[in-house]
């Protein structure tokens, strides 16, 4: 064989290379330990970019059979005593620097299915917050599966499970990255950023609940110049209080706080 062959040859295996380690980044799914070890119990995607500099990392502290750390971690007594099914801990970590929010939302998959709480690390006491989550079967397993905003507690609770991935299909939406008032957005969000000021009347609603599209700022204020109280996640429904041009009042916790109308979906009457 001549070297042009062998040259030719090469390329073709290293390329061939290049695709296998491609699809096995792709399909990894299993969310690793700090120490590297794997677990069984909760599997996670994770986009390219979504920790500057770092990775995310899981810690079980329910493993869908026993709690093998104290329950304690999870800080609800509510939550407990509803049955955990399953609780990890699930971190971005850049160096040494736990980050509180993720670039891109995470999928994170806990084995099992009932309703999906997440304590999020940014507030003090953490609150459980109910997160949209669909069922979906991963290795011939169900798995409970929602996206998150940033580093926090995933809790698996006793209760009715999820959609099935299969039923949504045909409501299904691809996310993508822009810069705008929200963080990572769905494929329906405008992608310009625009600073706005409300203006206009207040008008309070009643029967009105709105579902995030995107990882958006819940600010203080109707106005993008506001300050930021939390960025909320993408698929959170909250109930809604009130309205101004552009902008939703909504109840988030015990604050309330403006998320602009560009990123909601609203249901009921909302004007």
Request: net charge neutral; hydrophobic share 40%; proline share 5%.
């Amino acid at each position: 064989m001549n070297s042009k062959a062998l040259v030719s040859l090469l390329v073709v295996v290293l390329v061939m290379m290049g695709m296998a380690s491609v699809v096995n980044a792709q399909s990894t799914i299993t969310c690793s330990t700090q120490d590297g070890l794997p677990n069984s119990v909760v599997r996670i995607g994770v986009p390219a970019g979504a920790v500057d500099n770092g990775d995310v990392f899981c810690r079980v502290i329910h493993n869908g059979t026993d709690f093998v750390l104290s329950p304690a971690i999870i800080g609800n007594l509510g939550l407990i005593q509803q049955g955990v099914l399953a609780a990890v801990d699930v971190v971005g970590n850049s160096g040494t620097t736990t980050v509180p929010y993720f670039n891109e939302p995470i999928r994170t998959c806990l084995r099992g299915t009932g309703q999906f709480f997440f304590l999020a690390n940014t507030s003090t006491p953490r609150q459980p917050t109910t997160l949209d989550a669909v069922t979906d079967t991963i290795n011939n397993v169900q798995h409970t599966c929602a996206f998150l905003s940033g580093s926090g507690t995933a809790v698996l609770i006793t209760g009715a499970a999820a959609p099935t991935v299969s039923s949504l299909a045909t409501t299904s939406t691809t996310t993508t990255t822009t810069t705008t008032d929200s963080g990572a957005t769905a494929s329906s969000t405008p992608s310009a950023s625009t600073t706005t000021t409300a203006s206009g009347v207040y008008t309070p609603l009643a029967s009105c609940r709105v579902t995030t599209t995107a990882i958006v700022r819940l600010r203080t204020q109707p106005s993008s110049s506001a300050p930021v109280i939390e960025r909320l996640p993408y698929n959170m429904n909250l109930t809604a209080t009130g309205r101004v041009d552009g902008w939703i009042e909504v109840i988030y916790l015990s604050a309330q706080g403006w998320l602009s109308e560009r990123y909601v979906d609203k249901i009921g009457i909302c004007d």
